[in-house]
Each structure stands twice: as structure tokens, then as C-alpha cells.
């Protein structure tokens, strides 16, 4: 009834195969299964040239592992997990504006550090007057640990509002 080559079949086939790959990588990480889709359709693309089936094979392995091996940097930059700054931890080494002074024996202070306003105390234990530069060391509950820096080191995140 149906008059089909055997290279349509094989054409077909592959395409379906890449259809299932790019499909299944949806549902998983890493791009690997979207390579073998690519190396699929190259396949495809030998067939629908009239390659034979070891030359359909050859392409979509070659064409595959090339894939995998220019895709490592792009999944591996666009997956990886960086530093993951939380809470008071992201503040940790830059420099902040003691808006009120931090006293150890009233158990007072606070920094402004960029725009937002923290508690803070002085890991040494001193006291620290208004307007000092400090730079936050630690994080303590919903407090910094700051210590003063001199007053020559500044930066421009840390000047006082008049």
C-alpha cells in the first residue's frame, strides 16, 4: 500500500529519536540529553542526504560528543551554585558608619552599612563614638561584629548623611 524506503524510515526515525531526547531533557539537568537531540538531528541530516546507516551513526556520534564537550562550560557556568550571601552575612568585610555610638556597658549601637541599618557591637568590646568608620567582621544573632578601621580608609559607600 505504503511505498517507504528504508532511508525515509531511517530519516524519520532519527527524527523522532531527537524529538524524545529534547523532550526528556526538560525533565533533567545538564544539558546532556539535549546534546544527543543535536547529534540526533545531524543524523537526520545524513540520512535526508542519502548517507548510508554507518555514516548516519558516525555523525550522530561525533556530532553528539562535540556537543557535549562545547556545552561542559556553558551548563557548568549556568548551574553552578555561588556563594549563596544570606542575612548579615552578605555585609561581611565592607565598611560601615556607626550612626549611634556603640557602647558595651549600655548595650547600644548601631552602622549603617550601604543603605540598610544594623545593631551592631564592637568585637573588641570598646567603645565606639557616632560618625566612626568600622568594618563588619562577624555576625552575631541579628547584630555585627564590627571594629574600627582609621579613619584615613574610607570609601565612598560609608560617608555619613548630613
Known sequence: MFDV???ALLLWGWIVLALI???AEIFTAGFVLLCFG???LAAAGAAFFGLGLTWQLITFIVVSIAAVLLSRP???RLTSKGPQHVAGDRVLGKHAVVLQAIDPMTNTGMVRVGTE???AQSVDGGTLPK???VEVMGVDGVRLQVRRIPDNI???TTQPIS
Open 74 to 76: 556553558l551548563a557548568e
Open 154 to 156: 574610607t570609601d565612598s
Open 131 to 133: 560618625d566612626s568608620v
Open 21 to 23: 531526547f529534547f523532550a
Open 38 to 40: 543535536i547529534g540526533a
Open 5 to 7: 524506503s528504508s532511508s
Open 117 to 119: 541599618e544594623w545593631r
